[in-house]
């Protein structure tokens, strides 16, 4: 019993990145620590993203680690990996929104809108803030709520957004400000 525990303590000290390399050759504790650190994570990007459909959520986290573990010989050494997990976790939710041909429309009209930098400070009940902005990102449009969930919940950077989405990363700042816009103006009536 001991000896598994030193084994499960060594992998939970190692990098993500180093996981991945053990992976690659077959190690399967390497692939469920992975797991471990990351299937929550991508099921609530995914339950974001899909709607708050918790069934969607489960299959779209399986079918990611699915494919992490199919591409596992494609990992390349030193890049970020959590960089590449969203990644992958992006283009399964980039095939669903192909399905509803709805993203390649309203991107279009969102690229050729005009972007300011007015910022609205917001400030009252915690509570009742966190539920009125759960329903705002609830109807914000897949693409949006996408690089919302990217940046402010998941915590990438910018130059990693752009990475996953394979667009500049002045398009993610542009769609960034776009998705912030339309937040405070779905929250102005909490303004003081």
Known sequence: MKNSFNWFNSLSRE??????????????????????RYARRLQGFF?????????????AT???FLRLF???????????????????????????????????????????????T????IEMDRETLHQALANVLDNLPPPLRLLFS????EELSVPQIASVLDIPQGTVKS??????????????????
Request: with cysteine; hydrophobic share 35%.
């Open 47 to 59: 339950f974001r993203q899909l709607g708050g459909d918790e069934e969607a959520a489960a299959d």
């Open 175 to 192: 769609r960034l400000h776009k998705t912030m816009q339309i937040i405070r103006q779905e929250l102005s009536q909490f303004k003081v």
């Open 70 to 116: 199919e591409a596992r010989d494609r990992y390349v050494e030193g890049r970020d990996f959590a960089t590449w997990l969203f990644t992958i976790a992006y283009n399964l939710c980039r095939n669903r929104y192909r399905r509803n041909a709805y993203e390649a429309d309203f991107l279009a009209t969102l690229d050729a809108e005009p972007v300011s």
């Open 150 to 153: 990217l940046r402010y919940e």
């Open 15 to 36: 990098s993500d990145e180093q996981l991945m390399l053990r992976v690659g050759t077959g190690s399967d504790s390497a692939f469920e620590e992975l797991y471990r």
């Open 118 to 121: 007015e910022e609205i400070e």
């Open 62 to 64: 399986h079918d990611t």
